[in-house]
């Protein structure tokens, strides 16, 4: 079976969707990026895989589902982290972000017969997913980073060393307020929507009723099962 990745940052305010201020405050988008990650932690626990592994820059906390291996980022650039997160593994693997909380079991749940890769683009131009049935760091040191093109230079890389390549559906990841407002559509009974809800019925930069705590644990009952 597949070791399914997360890389991310712990959700704390200055740290994290940076580009969500305005119109949230600091707290708020730390709050969102909190609620993000939760979904996606949540969808990955929900998906079949032989490990399951956190590659985080911070500290757990309590948004964080058991059954989950927890370790350090690396130091260097965005491209040797996710090689070193490679690196770990000896099998196939698959590497998300946290930025896409829409994401489900089912999109992760990756099939490596007849195939060598699976990429997952994203419509910012990056790539949101990245399976490799042999895990290779040398595949992704190098790749430009947070640029219009990165998901089109890592799939070439891929390609031009002779792997067979899938693609998953392409997703919008969570950079701005209309990111924000688009992706909570495509996921309203999730903890991010709901999130989002709280802050927008607050008002432009209106502390809403859970920001000064953890959102952590299940669906809250008004927002039901994702």
């Known amino acids: 079976m597949t070791t399914l990745l997360v890389i991310a940052k712990e959700p704390r305010p200055g740290r994290v969707k940076t580009r969500l201020t305005p119109p949230f405050t600091p707290r708020q988008a730390a709050a969102l990026a909190e609620a993000a990650l939760a979904d996606t932690l949540h969808a ?41 997160a490679f690196a770990r593994c000896g099998g196939p693997a698959l590497l ?21 890769a699976w990429f ?25 980073m947070s640029t219009p093109v990165t998901g089109a230079v890592q799939r070439e890389r891929l390609v031009a060393a002779g792997l067979r390549v899938r693609d998953l559906p392409s ?27 709280r802050y927008t019925a607050a008002g432009p930069c209106g502390v809403g009723p859970s920001e000064a705590g953890p959102f952590a644990g299940p669906v809250p009952p008004t927002a039901g099962p994702r």
């Open 96 to 116: 998300i972000g946290m930025d896409t909380p829409q994401v489900t079991p089912e999109l992760l749940t990756v099939d490596f017969a007849g195939c060598d």
């Open 44 to 84: 990955v626990a929900a998906t079949p895989a032989s490990r399951r592994v956190l590659v985080l820059d911070g500290s757990p906390g309590p948004w964080l589902p058991p059954g989950f291996d927890v370790v350090a980022q690396c130091a260097g650039g965005l491209d040797e982290r996710l090689a070193a």
């Open 120 to 144: 997952g683009p994203a419509e910012d131009g990056g790539f949101w997913a990245l399976g490799l049935a042999c895990p290779d760091p040398a595949l992704l040191r190098g790749v430009p």
């Open 171 to 197: 997703l919008r990841d969570v950079d701005t307020a209309s990111d924000a407002r688009a992706v909570a559509a495509l996921a309203p009974r999730g903890r991010f929507a709901a999130r989002l809800a």
